[in-house]
């Protein structure tokens, strides 16, 4: 039995993390016996991130490296896909992980609006006394790294003009098919949809979850994607 730990369930998701999502859905895809186990504080954990995947006595850090560890279990998630499709298939999880990933986190820590109700849920186990001056650092320290990744330099119009090409670049793959690269999910799915999972939920209605839960084409996708492997 593995057992898969994570940040817990939340906003009618199964976690606060889409990387905990896609995880989750790697392993019903691999078909092995699996359990959560919910966790408020990753320090401990290597990178110092969720999830990890308890194996044995092995921890295995990161769902990329989860999803590497399936494949030597046998767990094929391309199926018969060329390798010009891997090739994209790529991209766009790149695309997802490693871009519209800070859309969602600004959208959380860095809305004015949203972030009293991010801090109160995601650190309720911090006692109220502190938790203001706790979450502040680290909201800072992420408002930081956020400049340094470049998307914090940027006006919302910015920032929006950016996140639309992506969205309308998801769109378009999935003109005429129910997946990014076919009828059946392959590896890119699982970043992308569990990426626009987590985008399009939160506390509060946003321009961005609204952006996304107003597209048939995105919501359809996502209810296609939490039905086949959810």
């Known amino acids: 039995m593995h057992t898969l730990i994570t940040y817990r369930a939340g906003y009618d998701t199964f976690s606060f993390s889409p990387f905990c999502i896609k995880a989750a859905w790697l392993l019903n895809h691999a078909g092995v016996a699996w359990q959560r186990q919910d966790e408020n504080d990753p320090r401990k954990y290597p990178h110092g991130k969720l999830p990890c995947l308890q194996t044995g006595k092995d921890l295995i850090h990161d769902s990329t490296n989860i999803q590497k560890f399936l494949e030597t ?67 800072k320290g992420l408002r930081d790294g956020l400049k340094t990744q470049g998307l914090m ?29 076919g009828d059946t999910p392959t590896l890119p799915d699982y970043s992308v949809a569990a990426m626009l999972t987590a985008m399009h939920t939160g506390p509060l209605s946003t321009d961005q979850t609204r952006r996304i839960r107003e597209d048939q084409v995105l919501m359809g996708y996502i209810t296609r994607m939490q039905e086949a492997k959810g």
Do not use: C
Not at 98 to 122: C, K, L, Q, S
Not at 126 to 139: C, D, E, M, Q, S
Not at 159 to 177: H, S
């Open 73 to 139: 279990q046998g767990t094929d998630f391309w199926g018969e896909t060329s390798p010009r499709d891997k090739a994209t298939g790529h991209a766009f999880i790149r695309m997802a992980e490693e871009h519209m990933y800070f859309f969602g986190v600004i959208d959380r820590w860095m809305n004015d609006a949203v972030w009293p109700h991010i801090r109160d849920t995601y650190f309720e186990d911090v006692p109220k006394l502190i938790r203001g001056l706790v979450t502040g650092k680290l909201r």
């Open 153 to 181: 330099r940027l006006t919302e119009e910015e920032r929006r003009v950016k996140l639309e090409a992506d969205l309308q670049a998801i769109t378009e793959m999935l003109n005429g098919q129910d997946f990014l690269l």
